[in-house]
């Protein structure tokens, strides 16, 4: 029998939102310390302005801080929504991987400390590894 104790467990966590271009390698990442409809639209806007002479479309699963009624989508962003359940349609989700693998066995003391290093990954990774893990074949014939 497993002994009783009162104690809450607490965690805490913070979320990066990301883009990547399969093609280039090119990538854009900012952490928030929520995901819902107001930090996605904080997303969206940022990457409009860092992208503003291009026309960006963003592959992105169906979480509800992504559909929101609320959302105003710039004008040179296009969302693109994957099917449910199959995230081997959308080229950043590797990456993700790829980066959780790095995390892996890792212990971090404090959240600050879990973002510096994922920070540090972040901007080690080329722009050839990215494109490289990010470019299914299936869509390397597709350069626009």
Not at 62 to 70: C, F, I, L, S
Not at 71 to 99: A, K
């Amino acid at each position: 029998m497993k002994p009783i104790r009162r104690h809450q467990n607490r965690y805490q966590n913070y979320y990066v939102y990301g883009t990547v271009n399969p093609f280039t390698g090119e990538s854009f990442f900012i952490n928030f310390s929520k995901l819902n409809s107001v930090t996605f639209q904080a997303f969206l806007n940022e990457v409009s302005l860092e992208y503003h002479d291009a026309f960006n479309i963003i592959v992105l699963d169906n979480a509800p801080a992504h559909t929101a009624k609320k959302i105003v989508i710039p004008d040179n962003i296009r969302l693109v929504f994957q099917p449910p359940y199959s995230p081997e349609v959308n080229p950043i989700e590797r990456f993700w991987q790829f980066i959780k693998d790095k995390l892996a066995w890792q212990f971090f003391d404090n959240l600050q400390s879990l973002n510096d290093f994922v920070d540090s990954l972040l901007v080690g990774v080329s722009s050839s590894v990215i494109s490289s893990i990010c470019l299914f074949p299936y869509i390397s014939f597709c350069r626009f």
